[in-house]
Nanobody
Framework: QVQLVESGGGLVQAGNSLRLSCAAS????????MGWFRQAPGKEREFVAA????????DYADSVKGRFTISRDNAKNTVYLQMNSLRPEDTADYYC????????????????WGQGTRVTVSS
């Protein structure tokens, strides 16, 4: 079956960086667009970033543009989220998701989800 496993979360101070990874199995990874979403306590899940299957087409939420970078390694079936200049408002559970075909921007666009990894940014 399809599995998406996130890693790399943790506690960091504001201004520092983290790199999240999401390892996929059970699907033809190179055929799927991948997305990162996040959910802060008491808030709805929101789009963070997405990358097309070929890796050259990416998009970001305005709140993370210029600070976060999404990338993928199709040989390793892995998608990454490099997060720089972290802010306390980036604190959330971060989820990766897979969507067959083009980029998606809402949770409903994605079929497969990981269990999430927690990122906490202290001020």
């Amino acid at each position: 079956q399809v599995q998406l496993v996130e890693s790399g979360g943790g506690l960091v101070q504001a201004g520092n960086s983290l790199r999240l990874s999401c390892a996929a199995s059970g699907l033809t990874f190179s055929s799927y667009a991948m997305g990162w979403f996040r959910q802060a306590p008491g808030k709805e899940r929101e789009f963070v970033a997405a990358i097309a299957w070929i890796g050259t087409n990416t998009d970001y939420a305005d709140s993370v543009k210029g600070r976060f970078t999404i990338s993928r390694d199709n040989a390793k079936n892995t998608v990454y989220l490099q997060m720089n200049s972290l802010r306390p408002e980036d604190t959330a559970d971060y989820y990766c998701a897979a969507r067959f075909g083009a980029l998606g921007y809402s949770s409903g666009d994605y079929l497969y989800w990981g269990q999430g990894t927690r990122v906490t940014v202290s001020s």
